[in-house]
């Protein structure tokens, strides 16, 4: 089950970001983040109250730790999507994103099964595989390109994401992801105030809307899922999350997929289910 709703929660993060993507075409990074973690956080607040009372001030803090790290991940791959190849920067952000919580998994003990370390080695090669750009005289990951140094550093912002949040105790419920939407909210908005960002246009609104309902449903079924299973090997099923962004893009950007991405999509199939049989 919790592999389950990490997968689900991986493809729900990969529409997301591609929604979320293509609002920031539309607007400033800062503003579509702000409004479409306002519309997370509001609705994670409505429905918390029903899945648990509320926990202690610790369980706050660790949501608040992860959602300011979160949101600094966001700005950048939204404006990283929004300036460079969505088919770079996904791949490149879900390495960074997947290295950071299975470091952090194994240094604190955490011991997966021969299996699935397998399935981890073959999940990083499938990622670095679909990040190889086509129809490009250079690979991204060997230039040193904007969209890499965006994605890495988005990267390791959500890994820290996922580390943080993890720290939160089973009795809270989702109570933590409202400290992490609220000092997310909190965050952008004295950068909006300071950097005197417009407010989001009317066009790109309802895309990012739905990008905050998603992001707000994936980081729920995250959170439900690294409470069942080690935080090493959720992370990396997670990070398979730029397989729906990338066809996405091919479908509705014409965006092309080479051969080397379609074995690393293949080879991610495989490395979920070693983890899973594991």
């Not at 990490?6 to 493809?11: C, E, H, Q």
């Amino acid at each position: 089950m919790p592999f389950f709703l990490a997968g689900l929660s991986s493809l729900t993060f990969g529409v997301a970001d591609f929604v979320g993507g293509l609002a920031t075409r539309r607007s400033s990074a800062v503003s579509v983040v702000l409004l479409s973690q306002s519309v997370a956080g509001t609705g994670v607040l409505a429905v918390a109250p029903f899945v648990s009372a509320i926990p202690g001030a610790s369980d706050f803090a660790w949501g608040a730790a992860a959602g300011i790290a979160g949101s600094i991940g966001l700005v950048l791959f939204y404006h990283a999507l929004a300036t460079t190849r969505i088919g770079v920067t996904a791949p490149v952000t879900a390495v960074f994103g997947t290295a950071t919580p299975v470091v952090f998994g194994i240094w604190d003990g955490e011991r997966p099964m021969p299996l699935a370390w397998l399935g981890i080695a073959l999940a990083l090669m499938a990622i670095v595989l679909i990040a190889f750009p086509t129809g490009e005289a250079s690979p991204a990951l060997i230039g040193g390109t904007r969209a890499v140094a965006y994605g890495a550093t988005a990267g390791v912002a959500f890994g820290m994401f996922g580390v943080l949040i993890s720290r939160t105790s089973d009795s809270s419920g989702i109570w933590p992801l409202v400290g992490s939407r609220g000092a997310s909210v909190a965050l952008l908005v004295l950068i909006t105030l300071a950097s005197r960002r417009p407010m989001v246009p009317r066009e790109a609104r309802g895309l990012a809307i739905t990008a905050g309902s998603l992001d707000m449903v994936a980081n729920v079924l995250f959170l439900i899922a690294v409470r069942q299973e080690l935080l090493s090997l959720v992370a990396v099923i997670m990070a398979m999350y730029p397989a729906s962004t990338i066809g996405l893009a091919r479908f509705v950007l014409q965006e092309r997929i080479g051969r080397a991405q379609t074995v690393g999509l293949g080879l991610g199939v495989i490395a979920v289910t070693l983890i899973v049989l594991a």
